[in-house]
């Protein structure tokens, strides 16, 4: 069905930002409700963003006023701006597309 491809995590210093990028394919982007989440070692996966097909666009708690998510259309893709990171931000952070989820893509916040 859907297939999910996660980039643009990385190494990053506290204060800094990061814009990670979901790109799907297999199915017709349009009906795709998406979303980013993230884990940390030892903790539950957890809300970070979605957006549905809808236009609607919910944040979760833990990074709220840190975060923008956005979709683009015409190249399938889904965008998670993330701002002001601290070592606390440092997980893997996962694209979904309704119930399929990507390998996710590692974030470190480290100096």
């Known amino acids: 069905q859907v297939r999910l491809a996660e980039s643009g995590g990385g190494l990053v210093q506290p204060g800094g930002s990061l814009i990670l990028s979901c790109t799907a394919s297999?199915?017709?982007?349009?009906?795709?409700?998406m979303g980013w989440y993230r884990q940390a070692p030892g903790k539950q996966r957890e809300l970070v963003a979605t957006?549905?097909?809808?236009?609607?666009?919910t944040y979760g708690d833990s990074m709220a006023g840190r975060v923008t998510i956005s979709r683009e259309i015409n190249v399938n893709a889904v965008y998670l701006q993330l701002d002001r990171l601290t070592p606390e931000d440092t997980a893997v952070y996962y694209c979904?597309?309704?119930?399929?989820w990507g390998q996710g893509t590692q974030v470190t916040v480290s100096s």
């Open positions: 979904r597309a309704n119930t399929v």
């Open positions: 297999g199915v017709d982007f349009a009906i795709l409700n």
């Open positions: 957006i549905t097909r809808s236009r609607d666009i």
